[in-house]
């Protein structure tokens, strides 16, 4: 019996190794091609060993955060691609945008997620109408949106004689960010607000509490936490949009995701290095924010519908 | 549900009075509470969903591309955009490629997800390690993972080349210009990500199973496989049906991975439909016939969304109920 369990944990550690292996390549390949020169991203036989096979160099992350500031030699034909090295203005712009829209979508998500717990706004079904929203491919949602963002500014001149442009502006995209995310507030805080007993509330009105006050000192500081993991949630989610921010902003909004796209459709002369430096530097906050809700991810993804 | 007792007292005693109520008397009403929340988000989805929705459908009957001029005008077309898009097999086979790319990741994702779930929901020395590492693939970016992967398959590349470390041949398989090939490509890369999200919700279901149920079975000389089999599974069926539609509407959509490892390509081995879409409006500029298109979609959609709605509402009631329990 002894044996058998031992052999147990051997096969299931083996299969366990595998799966890391499997899932750590990818990132330990990208991560190691952030710090290669030119000759070594695609070479036969690969190089795979820092300092033997390749010497790691700083080159690729001093081009795309020093906009064409470099002055090394070999960096100078890589140079003429500047105009993708944008990453400082696509920095900006995700972040406000992302940031903005998460914000928005998590106080209008969650005051709404309040009241269709405690009084059925909307009725039995209203969330299950709401999440349609989101189970929409992002496509049949953007198709529209280009028509609708092109008329508009006829439409404004028509009104007030005055154009006002929604295609490629940083509220067109947070409009839309507010509205694709909102089913995900929507769900969580649910799943969040549900989990704090009413009795609480009816004893902080009977005490003569007002319904804001009842709001603000019994409920919010019980969900605080939870709106803290939507919000990172969200934002991870607006971080790693891409199709949306393809289609309706670029050339003057453009977000890291859309960024990352331009490289890639470079013709000749495939910079895969600086690449995987903004790959790299991207994925790295996501990956925090990712690890501080580890344990709410899986409510998140489930639209808060497996709670543990 | 009526006002609260003390807002109903307040305007029933002072009715002429009724115009000068406190900020804070207004907000003890109930109604205020409820309905307020609910207006910017009506907005929000009115403004934003609906009439974008409406105006498309009358965009859909004309004959306008982007770059000739204005929608006001271009010619009227009737229902010959929606004619085009069901007789494009092009159309057809998009769609047909989704589901069969969304069908294949999903089935790997589920199998590989909840085979290593079983391997890890217990506690054994380094299981924090594992579980770690498995949660990385889904919080990196799609678009990264993508452009990961193009890097990973190229043809002189590292997979190649470890695949042929591993088997001792010569292995150059053209994962981005071979049809069959780059079709793999896209469907690896999207079990590779997204492994990581069912064995994460298989975790869950495994650890929050009830183990009352698993002790009787025991007791009563039950092998592992009849527990796992008679009792673990039924218990955890809602949380595979919740993986199973969450992934499978997710994987539908399908766009960041194709289209950055092979833009759709070699031909049109990898264009799923939100490709095509993308492809017609974005870079045809047949503006009309993807509005038309896209509303074809819609439908389908529809209807796959009422289905997986009704699934999650079921298995949804499902957990509450054995949660009360």
């Known amino acids: 019996m002894k044996e058998r369990a031992r052999a147990f944990a051997l096969v299931r550690h083996g299969v366990l190794i595998v799966w890391t292996l499997v899932v750590l390549f990818p990132i330990a390949w990208m991560v190691m091609t952030s710090f290669k020169d030119a000759g070594d991203w695609v070479s036969w036989p690969t190089r795979w060993v820092p300092f033997v096979d390749f010497e790691p160099t700083l080159l690729n992350y001093r081009q795309i955060f020093y906009f064409g500031g470099s002055t090394d030699t070999g960096a100078l034909r890589r140079e003429q691609t500047e105009q993708a090295y944008n990453i400082w203005k696509a920095t900006f712009d995700s972040v406000v945008i992302v940031t903005i829209s998460s914000v928005l979508a998590l106080l209008l998500g969650s005051t709404l997620a309040y009241a269709i717990s405690r009084f059925r706004t909307g009725g039995p079904n209203y969330p299950y109408t709401i999440l349609t929203v989101r189970m929409l491919p992002p496509i049949v949602v953007a198709i529209p949106m280009l028509i609708y963002y092109a008329s508009i500014p006829y439409f404004f001149e028509w009104l007030i004689g005055r154009r006002v442009e929604f295609f490629d502006t940083y509220y067109g995209l947070t409009l839309l960010y507010i509205a694709t995310t909102l089913p995900y507030v929507i769900w969580m805080m649910l799943a969040f607000i549900d989990e704090v007993p009413r009795e609480l509330e009816r004893a902080a009105r009977l005490m003569g509490a007002s319904r804001l006050a009842t709001l603000r000192l019994v409920v919010f500081p019980l969900v605080a936490s939870g709106m803290m993991v939507t919000l990172l949630f969200v934002f991870i989610l607006n971080w790693s949009e891409f199709l949306l921010a393809l289609t309706l902003s670029q050339p003057k909004v453009l977000t890291l995701p859309v960024l990352l796209n331009k490289f890639q459709s470079a013709v000749e002369g495939r910079l895969y290095g600086p690449q995987a430096a903004i790959g790299t530097v991207v994925t790295i906050p996501v990956v925090i924010f990712g690890f501080l809700i580890q344990k709410h991810l899986v409510k998140g993804f489930s639209f808060g519908m497996i709670r543990r | ?325």
Do not use: C, H
């Open chain 2, 1 to 325: 549900m009526a006002d609260s007792p003390g807002a109903a007292a307040v305007s029933g005693v002072a009715a002429p009075a009724r115009r000068r109520r406190t900020l804070g008397q207004w907000l003890e009403q109930e109604r205020v509470f409820r309905v307020i929340p609910l207006i910017p988000v009506q907005l929000l989805i009115l403004t934003l969903l609906f009439v974008p929705f409406v105006l498309t459908i009358y965009i859909s009957l004309l004959r306008w591309r982007l770059t000739r001029g204005f929608w006001t005008e271009a010619p009227w077309g009737g229902l010959r955009n929606f004619l085009d898009a069901l007789t494009d097999p092009g159309f057809f086979d998009a769609i047909g490629r989704t589901f069969l790319f969304a069908g294949t990741a999903v089935v790997l994702e589920l199998l590989i997800g909840f085979g290593l779930a079983l391997l890890t929901y217990r506690s054994f020395r380094g299981r924090r390690f594992y579980f770690t590492v498995f949660l990385i693939p889904m919080m990196i970016i799609p678009v990264v993972v993508g452009y990961d992967f193009s890097m990973l398959l190229i043809d002189t590349g590292p997979l190649n080349s470890v695949l042929s470390a591993l088997s001792g041949l010569d292995v150059r398989v053209r994962w981005m210009s071979d049809y069959r090939a780059a079709q793999a490509a896209v469907i690896l890369a999207d079990v590779w990500q997204w492994t990581s999200l069912t064995f994460l919700i298989f975790v869950s279901g495994l650890v929050a199973l009830p183990v009352d149920p698993v002790r009787a079975a025991q007791v009563m000389g039950a092998t592992r496989w009849q527990v796992f089999r008679y009792v673990q599974l039924p218990l955890l069926k809602p949380v595979i049906v919740i993986a199973v539609v969450i992934r499978a509407m997710e994987a539908l959509k399908i766009f960041d991975m194709p289209m950055l490892l092979t833009q759709g390509g070699p031909g049109n081995a990898t264009e799923t439909i939100s490709i095509y879409l993308f492809r017609n409006a974005w870079i045809f500029n047949k503006i009309s016939y993807a509005a038309a298109a896209s509303l074809i979609l819609l439908v389908i959609f529809t209807a796959l969304i009422y289905l997986s709605i009704w699934l999650l509402r079921r298995e949804r009631a499902r957990l509450e109920a054995e949660a009360a329990r």
